[in-house]
């Protein structure tokens, strides 16, 4: 089914859109503020969106509407918008076709000339949608994309983002705890990008040409005096090459990696919140390996394979028991933790089979010392992990197996911020 987000601060406004597009076979969701139209894009694709110029705060320039349009743009280039208001001046229609609207409709609407332009909006997007997927396989197909493992709710829904974001020409800040893929990330945006064309330049600013792509790992590490110049690159597209004295211009896109919280540096002063701002158009948190307990078995096959593929080692599989060990493992060190995991495991292990014992895992490789070890809270996040993974994300056979309502299940895991697959 075609679904829809409308976007508009009048509730009657909104029930009549609904009642609308349901006799066309459109399901419609709501929202009345431009934040909600973006925690919504969060969360579910949409096929167009028909969102309004003018909400409750600012009634009459059109600036709210059009600064949501330019964020939609950013985040989803292949999303149709089409924008509608009251306020029907020629200079709202030119700029909202200007930040990137598909189409301009007033109020009150026609209902015919507003579902024939949903209509062909929606069908013009699914096919630009179609157009960038076989370039993306095609892509894959040449090995420039990095393979990224992702059947766990948790990165599913990063995946989800990145998807969107990675043709874009969006600033991004990856975050998340040490040896979570930090670079890998970096590597999938810059291959799946306008950009992919050009080297992936990492750190080295003085290197910088047109239509670079730069990735700047552990951010949060860069001194004041390089976050100023850093700045500057941004704001005007303007550099001095170290060793010159002659200012030169580039076209960048920017993403930015860290372990560090950087609204708390910010804080403490040791992190210009302007550069942030830059930085952060979209921000994508990595999980760390703990919360991602279905990508482990898939992970460990793939580095393994990796191994495997150099040649000169007899192992080949692991065990049953040694995939269950990885599973409980703690995971402290994160992805980098369970791929020297690996590499060990492949070098000690006998034979074609890697064992448990062959890992060297230690305690912590037991379920119920695991436990132990874990926060009350920490421990219950846990177990509802293993049992969505048991029962392939099902909400009510996980709920059966911990003896808790579906209702129950559901109020933990927004607790917990998980989601069911």
Known sequence: MTRIIAADDQPDVLEALRLLLKRESMAMVPATSPAGVLSALE?????????????????????????????????????PIVVMTAWGSVEGAVEAMRRGARDYVQKPWDNARLLATLRTQVELGRALRR????????SRLRGNVPQMIARSPAMQSVLRV???????????????????????????????????GRPLVTVNAGGVAEGVFLFLDEVGNMPMQQQAKLLRVLQTGEFTPVGSSKLKRADVRVVTATNARLHEEVGQGRFREDLLYRLNTV????????????????????FLKRIVDRGATPARRFSADALEALVRHPWRGNVRELEHAVERAVLLA????????DLFLGATAQGPALIERMTLDDAERHLIQRALARCGGNVSDAARELGLSRSALYRRLQHHGLKAS
């Not at 157009?131 to 095609?138: A, G, H, I, T, V």
């Open 350 to 357: 006998p034979g074609e089979e890697i064992g448990p014992q």
């Open 131 to 138: 157009s960038r997927r076989l370039e993306e396989e095609n």
């Open 283 to 302: 921000e994508v948190q990595l999980p760390p390996l703990r919360d991602r307990l279905d990508d482990i078995p898939q992970l460990a096959q793939f």
């Open 162 to 196: 990145l998807e969107k974001i990675a043709p874009s020409e969006a600033n991004v800040l990856i975050t998340g705890e040490h040896g979570t893929g930090k670079e890998v990330v970096a590597r999938y945006i810059h291959s799946a990008s306008k950009r992919s």
């Open 43 to 79: 969360h579910e694709d949409f096929d167009a969106a028909l969102i309004d110029l003018n909400y409750a705060r600012d009634t009459t320039s059109g600036g709210e509407g059009l600064d949501l349009l330019s964020r939609l743009r950013t985040l989803d280039p292949t999303l």
